[in-house]
């Protein structure tokens, strides 16, 4: 079946390191998109995808970083610059970009 | 600026009717969305309004007023499993990068 996989689903950063989510999606979509969830709020634009090898920022870039190097993968960064990384992440796709989102499963990232 | 209201939290019993609503102020409009996301879960695309109107799908309804900056999700014969957030979402533009997300309401589902 076609789908998004984020991994891991947890996932604990210490202080000063940089960490790596991954999402890979089988459906064939040209952009992809990683939000950032916070209680309380709605979802924050962090990067997004339209095309391989080319990424905007979002709302809320500061402190992550992407990259777009295959269709399927769009790994999202967390940097130690991010000094208030403690969130659900969620990366989506879409077959256009303005189709309906398809949503992974979320990586909950949280601070040792 | 952008807003999009809706309750944090709604409790409603098995088999019933439930309407959650959201309100929107924002600089533009190209089409509301209404997801489900269950705790800890992949949020799900259950909607798509663009026009005012009802659009029915199943036990779910989204109903769309734009001069209102207005829309509801009616949810019908309520199951357990309809225990999730509802999260809607404003597009501003013609792009998915342009949308504006409520903070999403919390429906509990009672036997």
């Known amino acids: 079946d076609g789908g998004i996989t984020q991994s891991p689903k947890y996932l604990f950063r210490k202080e000063g390191q940089n960490v790596t989510l991954s999402c890979e999606q089988n459906?064939?979509?040209?952009?992809m998109y990683w939000y950032r969830q916070d209680p309380g709020q709605g979802l924050r634009l962090i990067y997004y995808s339209q095309i391989v090898n080319d990424f905007q920022k979002g709302d809320i870039a500061e402190g992550y970083s992407v990259s777009r190097e295959k269709k399927e993968s769009f790994p999202l960064t967390v940097t130690s610059a991010q000094k208030n990384p403690t969130a659900f992440y969620l990366c989506?796709?879409?077959?256009?970009?303005?189709?309906?989102?398809?949503f992974g499963s979320g990586t909950q990232l949280s601070v040792l | 600026g952008q807003n999009i209201d809706q309750p944090t939290e709604m409790t409603a019993t098995e088999g019933a009717i439930v309407q959650i609503n959201c309100t929107y102020q924002t600089s533009g409009f190209n089409g509301l969305f209404w997801y489900q996301q269950h705790a800890g879960e992949a949020p799900t695309f259950l909607s798509y309004n663009v026009l005012d109107g009802l659009e029915e799908k199943g036990r779910f309804s989204s109903f769309l007023s734009r001069s209102k900056g207005y829309s509801y999700l009616l949810l019908k014969e309520l199951q357990m499993k309809d225990s999730a957030s509802y999260l809607c979402?404003?597009?501003?533009?013609?792009?998915?990068?342009?949308?504006?997300w409520g903070a999403g309401t919390k429906l509990i589902i009672k036997p």
């Open positions: 459906l064939n979509h040209d952009a």
């Open positions: 989506a796709s879409s077959i256009e970009r303005n189709e309906k989102l398809f």
């Open positions: 979402a404003v597009r501003v533009g013609d792009s998915n990068y342009q949308l504006i």
